[in-house]
Each structure stands twice: as C-alpha cells, then as structure tokens.
C-alpha cells in the first residue's frame, strides 16, 4: 500500500486554528515531536507525503509568523517539500492568502516564505497560445 496511496496531511498556525500546544511558553520548539508522531515519520518509513495545505496570517511578530517559519523549517528539514500552500487570496476570516485581501496585490514576505518552501516549484508552460 506504501506505493498505492499518498499521505496528505494539512497543518495550519494559531490565526486559522488555535490549539493548545500555541499557548505553550516552549512554542514553536515544542512543535516537533507532535508533528514527528502525527505524520512526520512516514516519509522515513517509505510513504510518500504531500502536504496538502499549510500556512495562516502570517503577519510580521505574531505566533503565527513563528509558526509558518518553523513549519517551513520542519518540512525543509524532514524532507517533507511537496506542498500546497492554502490559498492565493486573502479572506476575512484566519487564513491568510498569498495576495491581499484586494487580490491583486501579492504579499512579499509570503512569496519570501513560500519561496523557502518550495525553491524550484513546478513550472507551467503556455503552448498554442
């Protein structure tokens, strides 16, 4: 079954869903081995990963930033860099998109973060006009 199905976890920061470990006075550093046991072990163990959406706000000084630098890390580190970021427009509510709220604007210091998570991204050609 390892080469039959592919793992898609989603892991999102404090402003999309709050969750107990974020209040920890040790976060983001108390992050790994929770994310280890949920599905970070499996690409160790042969399973194909992809994750299959991540982020939040993301404003600059928050919990969430701390947390979207240290997933990108932890994905980087465990070698877990197929993904898919969230969204691409901002909403009103906790998730946080990769252009402003206005949707034509693109948020630099998320194209910086996306551009650690992923460096060589598919590209996708234009052929036949």
């Known amino acids: 079954t390892k080469h039959r199905v592919v793992l898609s976890p989603h892991c999102f920061g404090p402003s999309v869903?709050?969750?107990p470990e974020?209040?920890?006075a040790d976060f983001p550093n108390?992050?790994?081995s929770i994310y280890h046991s949920k599905f970070g072990f499996l690409e160790n163990q042969?399973?194909?990963v992809v994750v299959g959406a991540w982020g939040g706000r993301f404003y600059p000084g928050t919990r969430d930033e701390k947390w979207n630098n240290w997933f990108v890390d932890w994905m980087i580190t465990n070698?877990?860099?197929n993904n898919f970021y969230q969204r691409l427009i901002t909403d009103d509510g906790g998730a946080g998109g990769v252009?402003?709220?206005n949707c034509t604007t693109p948020i630099e210091f998320k194209l910086e973060l996306l551009n650690r998570a992923q460096p060589n991204p598919t590209k996708f050609l234009t052929?036949?006009?």
């Open 22 to 24: 974020f209040q920890d």
């Open 79 to 81: 070698r877990l860099t």
């Open 46 to 48: 042969g399973f194909p």
């Open 127 to 129: 052929q036949n006009g």
């Open 17 to 19: 869903y709050e969750r």
């Open 99 to 101: 252009l402003d709220i």
């Open 30 to 32: 108390n992050l790994d």
